[in-house]
């Protein structure tokens, strides 16, 4: 198993926001990496169409199943 972690402490040059991840590596190492460099990124990116609290909830379980494309074994 190849756990992972992700940091961010100033998100959009904000210190008031920060992106704290912690991902099992059940998928294998090369699933873990992808998803510790990209998850953060994805989600933000989700987020800026957003602009109501039950909107960013859906945004981010989107964004978290969609994170999954871009990994060789998935097949996305």
């Known amino acids: 198993m190849e756990d992972v972690h992700k940091i961010v402490s ?3 040059g904000s210190s ?3 992106f704290f991840g912690v991902y099992d590596g059940h998928g294998g190492k090369m699933a873990a990496d992808f998803v510790v460099e990209n998850m953060h990124t994805n989600i933000l990116e989700k987020l800026e169409n957003c602009a109501e609290d039950a909107t960013k909830e ?3 379980k989107a964004r978290v ?3 999954r494309c871009g990994v060789p ?3 996305c």
Do not use: I, P, Q, R
């Open 73 to 75: 074994e998935t097949g």
């Open 10 to 12: 100033c998100l959009s």
């Open 58 to 60: 859906e945004a981010v």
């Open 65 to 67: 199943f969609d994170n």
């Open 16 to 18: 008031n926001k920060g």
